[in-house]
Each structure stands twice: as structure tokens, then as C-alpha cells.
């Protein structure tokens, strides 16, 4: 039997090496703008946000000054996207934990983890989130404000499976006990940025510990 097969007269025309090395350069330019957002982080975490230039960042990627108006607008635009590299994949991790199915226990070691290494590996870019975010206007603000509550509300979730368990007791605020997570790592977070030295697994199997335990001894818990 012949079978004949239709091929749409457009597609027979098609450079394909055109669409490749079109593909090349959407790819140079996603790791150019990666490298200009880390050298934009670096500049704020260092300088501060009023205190670094368009110049510094330029400069420290290496190209003229010029030619970083290809990665960004203006230096409140860098000062966006080094606030959501910060924080975007922070959030998507903390989606990922949230959505496993583990026990109460293993998602707040999980999450605790996550946020800790997030300031190793990510560090300038948190730096610049937690510091300097006030300078961005306030529907820049409010973009990140959301995606903060994102990582809350998730976090919050895990509380509550935690209470619906029977792991943790039902008087416990879990809005209040996220907010207080947040905290401790943030806290911390900027321990690990000043200390390269300092060990994460440490840190992190501690505050889960003081997080799970407390600090009185079961047989004599206190009261408030």
C-alpha cells in the first residue's frame, strides 16, 4: 500500500538554520541577563542601592555602560529583577514542598533547608530583597509583596497539616508559627552571607530541632 503523507507547503521553505542559531542567541542573551541580574545584586548588596551606578554594575559584568541598557531600562528596573531572582525561586521551591506527600516533620526540615541554602546560593540577591526592595515603586512592591504571601501562605499550610496530623496542638497560630519561621531563617540568613564558614546542615538541623521541641523539657512544659 502507498502511503502518502502531506507536508503543508510553508514548512518545506523553512531555514532551519536560521531557527537555530535563533535559539543560540535567545540562549546567550538568557545567560548575559542572568549575568547581568547577579552583577546588579552584587552592586546593591555591596553599595546599596543609591550608593551603586548603572557604571558599577557594567563594570563589574565587564562591557560598556551602554550596552547594559539591553538587560535593563534603569537601575530601578535592575533593582526589580534582582528582588524577584531573589525571591521567584525561593517560592517555587517552597511550592514543591508543600505539594509533597510527607509528614508535618520532613516538610518543615525541607523548608527550613530550602530558605537557609537559598542565602548560600542566592545571597547577594536575598541581601538586596530583604534590604533594599523599599526604593521600588509601589506596584513593584506590591509584585513582590505577593509572591512573599505566596511563600507564607504556603508555609502556613504545612502548619495546618501539622495541627490536622495531630503533631502539633490545636491552640497553635499558624499564621503567627509561619511569620516566626520566616524570621528565625531570615535571622539567620544574614549570619550565612557575612559567615562563607559557617555550616548550613548545622543551622538547619538546629532550628528544626528548637522548632519541633521547643526549649523545656517534656516532663516539665511551661505554661503561659
Known amino acids: ?113 530550602s530558605h537557609l541554602s537559598s542565602y548560600r546560593e542566592k545571597n547577594e540577591a536575598l541581601k538586596v530583597y530583604n534590604t533594599e526592595r523599599l526604593y521600588l515603586s509601589p506596584a513593584e512592591r506590591k509584585d513582590l509583596k505577593r509572591q512573599g504571601s505566596r511563600y507564607r501562605q504556603l508555609l502556613e499550610g504545612i502548619f495546618e497539616q501539622g495541627v490536622h496530623e495531630g503533631v502539633l496542638r490545636n491552640s497553635i497560630d499558624c499564621h503567627f508559627a509561619a511569620l516566626a519561621v520566616i524570621g528565625l531563617c531570615n535571622s539567620w540568613g544574614e549570619l550565612i552571607v557575612r559567615d562563607h564558614d559557617l555550616d548550613i546542615f548545622a543551622v538547619v538541623q538546629k532550628c528544626t530541632d528548637l522548632l519541633l521541641n521547643g526549649f523545656s523539657n517534656k516532663h516539665n512544659l511551661i505554661t503561659i
Open 1 to 113: 500500500m502507498l502511503i502518502l503523507i502531506y507536508i503543508p507547503i510553508e514548512f518545506t521553505h523553512i531555514d532551519w538554520s536560521a531557527v537555530v542559531e535563533h535559539e543560540r542567541d535567545r540562549s546567550r542573551y538568557r545567560q548575559q541577563k542572568l549575568l547581568a541580574t547577579r552583577s546588579a545584586a552584587a552592586e546593591f548588596a555591596d553599595k546599596g542601592f543609591h550608593g551603586a551606578s548603572t557604571g558599577d554594575i557594567a563594570r563589574r559584568m565587564g562591557i560598556q555602560q551602554g550596552s547594559l541598557y539591553y538587560y535593563f531600562r534603569s537601575k530601578e528596573e535592575a533593582l526589580f529583577e534582582v528582588c524577584m531572582f531573589g525571591i521567584g525561586d525561593y517560592v517555587r521551591r517552597m511550592e514543591v514542598i508543600a505539594g509533597n506527600k510527607q509528614p508535618f516533620e520532613a516538610k518543615l526540615l525541607a523548608t527550613i533547608s
